[in-house]
């Protein structure tokens, strides 16, 4: 039974620097993709109203907008993908802890009061950060979702203005 319960401490442990570590490198991509994309865009527009003197950058104000706050969007889903990283990283290292003194409750019987208030606390800290890593993971795939639109819309009103209908 104990060594079960320390697998389970050591499982929950790993666990959490797997996730930690790889959630980082994928959500950095992303993001860094969103960012180039819009902000790419968006300073390739400006560059290219300098080339083209036919073209009035009044007409590429929808595309530069959709672009701009396309590139907010992917900022603040990057901020969003980071605190739930962070969140589901301290949610797992309190369940590692809340598994610690299940095997303390083992080890020392005298303390089994103590040691189960401390359980009790780290369990409520894991729900805690359970949900706020829920309401930072939506969130940051919304913003993502937003920026990729944005991008779409703003390339379709570009391109409305270099090739009118």
Request: hydrophobic residues 45%; contains cysteine; aromatic residues 14%.
């Amino acid at each position: 039974m104990q060594e079960d319960i320390r697998s389970r401490v050591e499982a929950s442990e790993n666990w959490r620097r797997h996730t930690f570590q790889s959630a980082i490198m994928v959500a950095n991509d992303g993001m860094k993709s969103l960012i180039i994309l819009n902000g790419g865009t968006f300073v390739a527009l400006s560059a290219l109203q300098g080339l083209a003197k036919n073209i009035d950058i009044e007409k590429l104000f929808p595309a530069i907008l959709c672009f701009i706050v396309g590139l907010v969007c992917a900022v603040l889903a990057q901020m969003c993908s980071y605190f739930s990283i962070s969140f589901s990283s301290y949610q797992h290292l309190h369940q590692g802890q809340a598994w610690e003194c299940v095997w303390q409750k083992y080890q020392f019987p005298d303390d089994i009061q103590e040691i189960e208030k401390q359980r009790i606390h780290h369990e409520c800290k894991v729900k805690k950060y359970a949900l706020r890593t829920n309401i930072t993971e939506y969130l940051a795939v919304i913003f993502s979702i937003f920026s990729l639109l944005l991008f779409i819309a703003g390339g379709y009103f570009g391109l409305l203005v270099f090739y009118p209908r």
